[in-house]
C-alpha cells in the first residue's frame, strides 16, 4: 500500500451531489501525507488516549478509545519507531471487540490487516487521522494490547464539534452489560440506548475495499471523530413479526466536504462506532450497516436535514466501567454544534411534525406588523394560497434561506451558529383562523400571525424586528414550508358536536410563550360566540414577564359585554423589572386600564409555589405551560410537589 491517496467512486460521487468545488476534489490528495509528518509524529507520542479501529474476520469495523498513559504502568504509550512505524502500548478492557478482532485473520486477505485512527486531544481540540495496516499485534488477558503500526495516510483535521474536557487515569473493574457481538435479536437494552441518547462524541469507523486497480485507489480504512450537542445521535426501532432492529441516525454538519467517511459507506455499508461515556467511564460498541440518505429521503426521516447516515445495529458490546479514564472537569460543548434535531416520528409524538399541504412551500408575504413591547411585535403574512387551519396553538414553519442564502463556510469564528444554520424558524402561530358556525370548524385561510421577541444575538428574530418595514415595502417572500398542531386545549368533541375545551384550565406562560395562548384565547371566544351552550370553561392565567413584556396581555381584552357566556378568565401578572429605567411604570397603568380589576392581578416580584397553589380547584385543573425551560422547569417541579397529576399537565417546547 504504497499509493498516494486518491478519491475513489464513493467519495467523488458525494463530492459531486454535495456541490463540493473541483479545485477542493482536486487538491485532496495533496492534503493527505504518505509519510508522517514530524509535527504528527509529535502530537501522537504525548496522547493519553488514542481511537483505534481495525476489521474482524467477518470484515466489520470495531473501534475502541485506547487508553496510553498511566502514572501505574510507565510501559503505556505511543512512540515512533521510524518514519512511518508506530509503536503503541495500551490498555483497554477484556471485552473490548476491537482487540478480538485483532487476533482474527485478516478479512480483506491482505497479509496484515487494517488499521485506522484520529489522535484527538480534548484539551484544545487539536486531532490528525492515520491510516495503514498493523504489522504486529499481541493482546493480555487483562485487555493490554502491543501494536505496531505502519501508516501511509495522514491528515490533519479542524476542531469543529469537538468537546472539551479534562481526563485523567483511573483504573476500573470493567463488567459486561450487554454483549450481542453477531447479531441483533431484540432491542438495544435501556442502558445502551441511554448512553447513544447522552453522547457529545462518537468515532466512526468505515472501510473501502477496492475493486479495480485501474483507478489508482487503494483498500484502507478511516476512523472520524463525530460531535454535537447531547443527543445529536438519534435512535429508533423497528419491529418486523418478532425481530426489533435499532437504528441509529447521525446528520451530517458541515465539514471539510471530502466526505471520506460517507463516500467510504456509498461503496461499502459496514461500519462501527464507538461511544465513551467519560462521566460514567461506560463504553458501547457498535457495528452495523449504514447508508447515506440526502435532500428529501433526509428531510422525510429527520425534518430540517439534508444529509444524514442512518445505521442498521448488527452488533453491540456494552461495557460497564470499561474506560480507564475519568473526567476531571466541566465539558465544554463547541460553539460549532447546531441545534439537535429530531426524528421525524419524535416530532409527531409530540404533536410538532409539520402537517403536509401539497407538494412545494407556500410564500409568506409580510404584510403588516403591530408592535407591543420594546422587544415583541407580531408579524402578519399572507400565504399565496389558503392552508387548512390548524387548531389554535399550532405552528408554522419559516424558510428564510431564499432571502439569505446558504453559502458554505467551513469556519466561523464571528459567528461559529452560521456554519449550520438552515435559516428554518418554527413559531406558534398567535392569531386563530375564523371559525365557522356551519361546519363547527375552523376555515382555510391565507393569512397567518407570529409573535416574535427579538433576541440578542438572534438571527431570524432580529432579522424581521429590524428589516419589517423593508420586507412590507418590497414584498419579499418567504418561504412557507407547513403548519402543525400539538399544543392546544381544543379538541374534536367525542361525539362529533364540534370543538371542546377543558371545564377548568390553568395556563402558566413566561415571556413571547404567551404566544399559543394568545391563539387559543381567540379560538374560544370566537367557538364560544358561535356556539354559546357548546363550550363553559374557567381559565386562570399566570403569566411571568419583563418591564413593558406584559403588554401582550393586552390581547385578552374585550370590549365591554363581548366576553361570552360561561367563559371566565382571570389574570395574574408577575412582573420582573430591570435595572435600568424601562416603560414598565406605564405598561403597568396600560394594562389596568384594557383589564377590569377583577379580571386583573398585578405583581412585581417572582411568581412562586404559593401562587400556583392558591389557584382555586387547582387539582380540577388541566394545565398548559409554554415558557423558557427555567420556567418549566421549576413549574413542573411545583406541579409535582403540589400533586397535580403529571396526565393533566402539558407543556410546549421552543426546541423544533
Not at 475519568?326 to 429530531?342: A, I, W
Request: hydrophobic residues 40%.
Amino acid at each position: 500500500m504504497t499509493q498516494i491517496h486518491r478519491s475513489h467512486r464513493g467519495e467523488l460521487l458525494l463530492q459531486k451531489r454535495r456541490n463540493t468545488p473541483q479545485e477542493v476534489s482536486d487538491g485532496i490528495p495533496h492534503y493527505i501525507n504518505r509519510d508522517m509528518p514530524q509535527s504528527h509524529a509529535d502530537f501522537f507520542a504525548g496522547l493519553p488516549y488514542l481511537p483505534l479501529a481495525t476489521l474482524d474476520q467477518k470484515g466489520r469495523p470495531w473501534v475502541s478509545l485506547l487508553v496510553t498513559a498511566s502514572d501505574d504502568d510507565p510501559s503505556l504509550g505511543i512512540k515512533q519507531g521510524g518514519r512511518n512505524t508506530t509503536n503503541v502500548i495500551a490498555q483497554t478492557n477484556p471485552f473490548d471487540p476491537f482487540a478480538l478482532a485483532l487476533q482474527q485473520a485478516p478479512a480483506t486477505g491482505d497479509e496484515k490487516p487494517l488499521f485506522a485512527g484520529v489522535g484527538i486531544d480534548f484539551g484544545n481540540r487539536r486531532r490528525n487521522k492515520i491510516a495503514g495496516s498493523v504489522s504486529e499485534a499481541s493482546i493480555e488477558d487483562a485487555g493490554k494490547i502491543y501494536l505496531r503500526l505502519l501508516s501511509d495516510q495522514h491528515l490533519g483535521n479542524c476542531p469543529k464539534y469537538i468537546t472539551v474536557r479534562a481526563l485523567a487515569y483511573k483504573q476500573r473493574r470493567a463488567e459486561l452489560s450487554y454483549d450481542s457481538i453477531d447479531d441483533i435479536t431484540s432491542a438495544l437494552p435501556a442502558d445502551a440506548k441511554a448512553v447513544i441518547g447522552r453522547a457529545s462524541t462518537v468515532f466512526l469507523a468505515t472501510k473501502h475495499i477496492a475493486k479495480d486497480d485501474a483507478a489508482g485507489t487503494q483498500t484502507d480504512m478511516g476512523v472520524n471523530h463525530r460531535g454535537g450537542a447531547p443527543g445529536f445521535i438519534r435512535s429508533y426501532e423497528e419491529t418486523t413479526d418478532d425481530a426489533v432492529t435499532t437504528y441509529l441516525v447521525l446528520p451530517d454538519h458541515s465539514g471539510n466536504r471530502f466526505y471520506q467517511s460517507l463516500g467510504n459507506i456509498e461503496t461499502d455499508p459496514q461500519v462501527g462506532l464507538v461511544f465513551p461515556e467519560f462521566a460514567t467511564s461506560n463504553v458501547l460498541y457498535i457495528t452495523g450497516e449504514a447508508e447515506n440518505l440526502a435532500d428529501d429521503e433526509a428531510e422525510a426521516l429527520m425534518p430540517r436535514t439534508n444529509l444524514l447516515t442512518r445505521i442498521k445495529v448488527t452488533g453491540a458490546v456494552l461495557v460497564k466501567e470499561g474506560l480507564n479514564l475519568k473526567l476531571t472537569s466541566e465539558e465544554q460543548f463547541s460553539p460549532y454544534n447546531p441545534p439537535v434535531r429530531l426524528l421525524r416520528q419524535e416530532l409527531q409524538q409530540k404533536g410538532h411534525a409539520p402537517l403536509a399541504e401539497g407538494k412545494g412551500a407556500l410564500l409568506a408575504t409580510l404584510v403588516s406588523t403591530h408592535t407591543l413591547s420594546d422587544s415583541i411585535k407580531t408579524f402578519n403574512f399572507r400565504l399565496s394560497s389558503p392552508i387548512n387551519a390548524v387548531l389554535p396553538g399550532g405552528f408554522g414553519i419559516f424558510d428564510f434561506s431564499g432571502l439569505l442564502g446558504r453559502g458554505y463556510s467551513h469556519m466561523n469564528e464571528a459567528n461559529p451558529q452560521l456554519v449550520n444554520e438552515d435559516f428554518v424558524r418554527t413559531w406558534t402561530l398567535s392569531s386563530a383562523p375564523k371559525f365557522d358556525q356551519r361546519s363547527k370548524a375552523f376555515r382555510a385561510t391565507n393569512h397567518v400571525s407570529i409573535t416574535v421577541k427579538r433576541k440578542p444575538g438572534g438571527l431570524m428574530s432580529n432579522l424581521l424586528h429590524d428589516n419589517a418595514g423593508a420586507l412590507v415595502t418590497n414584498t419579499l417572500p418567504i418561504a412557507f414550508m407547513g403548519t402543525g398542531a400539538g399544543f392546544t386545549c381544543l379538541e374534536e368533541s367525542p361525539d362529533d358536536t364540534g370543538l371542546a375545551v377543558p371545564p377548568k384550565m390553568l395556563w402558566i406562560a413566561g415571556g413571547v410563550g404567551i404566544t399559543p395562548f394568545m391563539s387559543m384565547w381567540d379560538g374560544i371566544v370566537q367557538v364560544a360566540k358561535a356556539n354559546p351552550n357548546q363550550i363553559s370553561t374557567d381559565i386562570a392565567l399566570l403569566f411571568a414577564g419583563r418591564d413593558d413584556d406584559i403588554n401582550v396581555l393586552n390581547h385578552f381584552s374585550l370590549p365591554q359585554g363581548a366576553r361570552p357566556d360561561h367563559v371566565a378568565l382571570q389574570i395574574s401578572v408577575f412582573q420582573s423589572v430591570g435595572e435600568s429605567a424601562s416603560p414598565a411604570p406605564s405598561a403597568q397603568d396600560g394594562l389596568r386600564e384594557m383589564l377590569s380589576d377583577n379580571l386583573l392581578k398585578l405583581e412585581k416580584r417572582r411568581m412562586g409555589i404559593d401562587d400556583i397553589q392558591s389557584v382555586t380547584d387547582l387539582s380540577a385543573r388541566e394545565v398548559f405551560m409554554c415558557g423558557p425551560d427555567s420556567l418549566m422547569n421549576e413549574t413542573q417541579t411545583i406541579l409535582a410537589e403540589l400533586d397535580v397529576e403529571e396526565s393533566r399537565c402539558h407543556r410546549e417546547t421552543f426546541t423544533f
